[in-house]
């Protein structure tokens, strides 16, 4: 049995900041935890507003709190499209959807990804995570 807890988390390496400054995310589960997927608390920073498009990953996210929007991209299989995020909102990028995200009210949001990530990602140029192969 793994047991974490996000308070002891955030004081390790599994705290991993943005570059940019729109987001930082705790990550409880990883790929090195051999579950399959990773599991984080990712808080989006008030005022963020950043395009991302996990090419390598599948992510769904739930709002836990604060208030926002996903925006889908043309070139994405759902086309532009605005989608508000609320507390009780759960999004799914099922379709590698590239996407931004914007952040009126700073988010906490539970993430899962699929593969699972290692730990120390951030975003790509692209707004990817690499994948990085066993």
């Given at each position: 049995m793994i047991v974490r807890t996000l308070e002891e988390a955030e004081k390790t390496e599994r705290r991993v900041e943005d570059p940019n400054d729109n987001w930082e995310s705790v990550r409880l589960l990883?790929?090195?935890?051999?579950m399959g997927?990773?599991?984080?608390i990712t808080t989006i920073y008030a005022g963020a507003d950043f395009q991302m498009h996990y090419q390598n990953?599948?992510?769904s996210v739930y709002c836990m709190s604060g208030e926002g929007e996903v925006e889908t991209l043309g070139d994405s299989p759902d086309g532009n499209r605005k989608y508000p995020i609320k507390p009780g909102t759960v999004y799914i990028l099922d379709k590698h959807d590239k996407h931004i995200l914007r952040a009126f009210k700073e988010m906490k949001m539970a993430?899962?990804?699929n593969p699972p990530v290692t730990g120390n990602e951030v975003h790509n140029a692209d707004g990817a995570y690499e994948l990085i192969s066993d």
């Amino acid at each position: 049995m793994i047991v974490r807890t996000l308070e002891e988390a955030e004081k390790t390496e599994r705290r991993v900041e943005d570059p940019n400054d729109n987001w930082e995310s705790v990550r409880l589960l990883l790929k090195d935890d051999n579950m399959g997927f990773s599991f984080h608390i990712t808080t989006i920073y008030a005022g963020a507003d950043f395009q991302m498009h996990y090419q390598n990953h599948l992510e769904s996210v739930y709002c836990m709190s604060g208030e926002g929007e996903v925006e889908t991209l043309g070139d994405s299989p759902d086309g532009n499209r605005k989608y508000p995020i609320k507390p009780g909102t759960v999004y799914i990028l099922d379709k590698h959807d590239k996407h931004i995200l914007r952040a009126f009210k700073e988010m906490k949001m539970a993430c899962v990804f699929n593969p699972p990530v290692t730990g120390n990602e951030v975003h790509n140029a692209d707004g990817a995570y690499e994948l990085i192969s066993d």
